[in-house]
DNA sequence: GAACACATGTAAGAAGTTACATGATTAT
DNA sequence: ATAATCATGTAACTTCTTACATGTGTTC
């Protein structure tokens, strides 16, 4: 999904700004979904409105750009539903840490337990980060299994970290003294 | 992690050329964790090459170009062991399903069972495709941890979607019907 | 008084993908 | 015969990020 159909998605959901489109791509249940930076979200979002996908309203701000609130017009929900008839690609994992780990072994072993101690530390941090989230009485069914689905996939991973991390820093310990 | 980092970290764990690279990035363990195409495997080596962290020996062949065959150097390991020392950055994960579910309730809602049947499936055939890379008695101890972290994720997703799908399904027909 | 939140936008550059170029061998 | 596998490489293109440009208001 590129950032187009992104900001277009996001304001199917309600008016919003760029700013305000930024932020839930970094906090919201979208943070666990997408990424997008200023410099793709305010192009795409005149793009989508040139091609009246969608709509500007100008808001006048004092010492500050006015504000730009832009809403989804009848158009961009029938492009938005036709691009939601593909069925959607298979979601990529791009793990640094599971990278570092097989590399790891072959080039410094011993760097292992800090790698699986870190992660677990990252997990909680963002379990501990996601968890309040679903206190929101605003969320929309579908927003909350989204919130949910990504706890349980952090909790998942910790629960396997926790569990299996052990036995492989044993294993290793076994195999480095066997040399 | 660049696609440099990748090569030299594959060439850790054993000479091969970049078809193999290639190969590996899409089949084996590694798939869980990372991309790379031809169009960018063959320049990062050519680079590490040029900058001794790998070294290159070709193989003639019959009837197709000649197998060029990349190691790495102690150059290379420590290099490596370099970028080893910082620790890897979150995971990211990009799901368009997600997205999709979301996005899916504001204009497409009759869509949602779709997507999750999909996605179902689509876990399954990711699930049957990894779990007989198990059997493989050459899998060092990390590898085969890497293989079962990926599948204890693919395995919680599944279990998450079975579990809570229909009931989101349930809410959906619930409210619409409230409409 | 330093840092962060608000607010928009552009331009340069990084990083990678896709498609092209080439062609034998092997399996279906 | 048609497709997939083996094998390398380049060039054009897409896509997105980072940094710059600008400035006020608010919080610590």
């Known amino acids: 999904m590129d950032i187009r159909t992104l900001c277009l998605g996001i304001l199917a959901l309600g008016d919003a700004t760029g700013y305000e489109i930024r932020k839930m791509v970094r906090e919201g249940s979208l943070a666990l979904v997408a990424e ?22 100008s808001e006048p701000q004092e010492g500050r750009p006015d504000k730009k609130i832009y809403a989804i017009t009848e158009a961009g929900r029938e492009a938005l539903r036709r691009v939601l008839q593909q069925p959607p690609e298979p979601d990529r994992v791009r793990s640094d840490f599971l990278a570092a780990l097989l590399f790891a072994e072959a080039v410094a072993p011993e760097r292992i337990p800090a790698l699986l101690f870190l992660r677990r530390e990252q997990l909680g941090s ?4 996601l968890e309040p989230l679903l206190d929101d009485e605003a969320l929309t069914c579908t927003q909350r299994f989204v919130l949910r689905y ?24 076994v195999s480095s003294a066997a040399e």
């Open 36 to 57: 997008a930076s200023f410099g793709s979200i305010y192009p795409a979002l005149a793009q989508l409105a040139k091609e009246g996908l969608i709509t500007c309203r």
């Open 126 to 129: 963002q379990i501990a980060a």
């Open 150 to 173: 990504g706890l349980n996939q952090l909790k998942a991973a910790r629960a396997f970290l926790e569990e299996e991390g052990r036995r492989l820093e044993e294993e290793l310990r």
